[in-house]
Nanobody, 128 residues
Framework: EVQLVESGGGLVQAGGSLKLSCAISGNPWSSYAMGWFRQAPGKEREFIAAINWNGGSTYYADSVLGRFTISRDNAKSTVSLQMNRLKPEDTAVYYC?????????????????????WGQGTQVTVSS
């Protein structure tokens, strides 16, 4: 059974940084893309960033482009999200998502409610 466990969330002041990690276990696929999403109170889950199977291709939502960086370490079965210049509007629960296969495109195109493999989420709170 695939398990995704996020960590690294917390409380940070605006302008600060956090690094989220997602540990992957029980994964039967040798090739898989990964993504990060977030959900703020009263809002739908939204796409943040995605990375393809070998880290050679990444994609970001406009709202985080230039501030967030997604990366992966396949040897350690982890994916990370470095978040810099955080804003109060970045406050949300952050989730990692796994998509079997080479491409991150299905993650980018994912609609709310779609996707089979999710972590439990980690809270990020940015104070002003």
């Amino acid at each position: 059974e695939v398990q995704l466990v996020e960590s690294g969330g917390g409380l940070v002041q605006a302008g600060g940084s956090l690094k989220l990690s997602c540990a992957i276990s029980g994964n039967p696929w040798s090739s898989y893309a990964m993504g990060w999403f977030r959900q703020a109170p009263g809002k739908e889950r939204e796409f943040i960033a995605a990375i393809n199977w070998n880290g050679g291709s990444t994609y970001y939502a406009d709202s985080v482009l230039g501030r967030f960086t997604i990366s992966r370490d396949n040897a350690k079965s982890t994916v990370s999200l470095q978040m810099n210049r955080l804003k109060p509007e970045d406050t949300a629960v952050y989730y990692c998502n796994l998509e079997p296969g080479f491409s991150e495109v299905p993650i980018i195109q994912r609609k709310p409610g779609e996707g089979d493999y999710w972590g439990q989420g980690t809270q990020v709170t940015v104070s002003s």
